[in-house]
């Protein structure tokens, strides 16, 4: 008989616990807002040395984080709520634009990366690019130099049309290559919260070791989705 009771109690104490865990869940989801921070596909510090564990967490950790809170706030209570991210960025402005641009840029940027990867692409990707520039070579001193060649804070993507066809696209501050109707496949970010701790002022530099990082089975499959 008292097996039985201890045995009872435990379960309402285990349901309790539930209960409760269950709402304290649900109230941080509904903190939280629509859109979530991403969590890093590797470690912290598995892009290293290319980008330091540091840049990692100053970068994801503080910037993603506040462009995901701010956009949550700013969709609070508006039509853009029931919006997906890419169609927020497509009909925002203002501040809402500038952080839900943000946080697609960086939720591409961080994804696209992985420890020990590089190399080049295949696929019909590989075929894409070399159409379009003769050779994978020829695409990276391109996209580099266009890249090198931002004014300020931004972006330089590899972004495709409806139709396949590759181009370079710089884009100032937290735009992103949608507002044009193309897709982002490939971004490098020119702003220097990217880069700074780890290569001051040299943007170039910095861009050269990203290549050694880039998980282009993730950058293929954005290509031919
Ligand atoms: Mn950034």
Do not use: C
Request: proline share 3%; aromatic share 10%; hydrophobic share 40%.
């Amino acid at each position: 008989m008292k097996i039985i009771k201890i045995k009872t109690l435990s379960i309402i104490f285990g349901l309790l616990i539930a209960i409760s865990t269950n709402l304290i869940a649900q109230k941080n989801t509904e903190k939280a807002g629509k859109f979530e921070l991403i969590t890093l596909p590797y470690s912290s510090d598995a892009l290293e040395p290319v980008i330091s564990k540091t840049t990692i967490e100053l970068h994801h950790g503080k910037h993603l984080r506040g462009y995901v809170n701010n956009l949550n706030k700013a969709i609070s209570g508006t039509d853009f709520e029931n919006l997906d991210l890419e169609e927020i960025v497509k009909k925002s402005n203002g501040g809402m634009f500038n952080n839900a641009g943000q946080t697609l840029n960086h939720n591409l940027y961080f994804t696209q990366f992985a420890p020990k990867s590089g190399g080049s692409p295949s696929g019909k990707l590989a075929d894409a690019i070399n159409s379009k520039w003769g050779s994978f070579e020829a695409f990276k001193e391109d996209f580099t130099k266009q890249g090198a060649g931002l004014f300020g804070s931004g972006w330089v993507w590899l972004a495709k049309d409806a139709n396949d066809n590759l181009s370079i696209q710089l884009e100032a501050n937290g735009s992103n290559p949608v507002v044009k109707g193309l897709k982002p496949i490939l971004g490098f970010d020119l702003w220097e919260h990217a880069y700074y701790l780890d290569y001051q002022n040299k943007r170039v530099d910095h861009m050269n070791e990203l290549w050694n990082i880039i998980n282009w089975k993730v950058v293929e499959n954005r290509f031919v989705k």
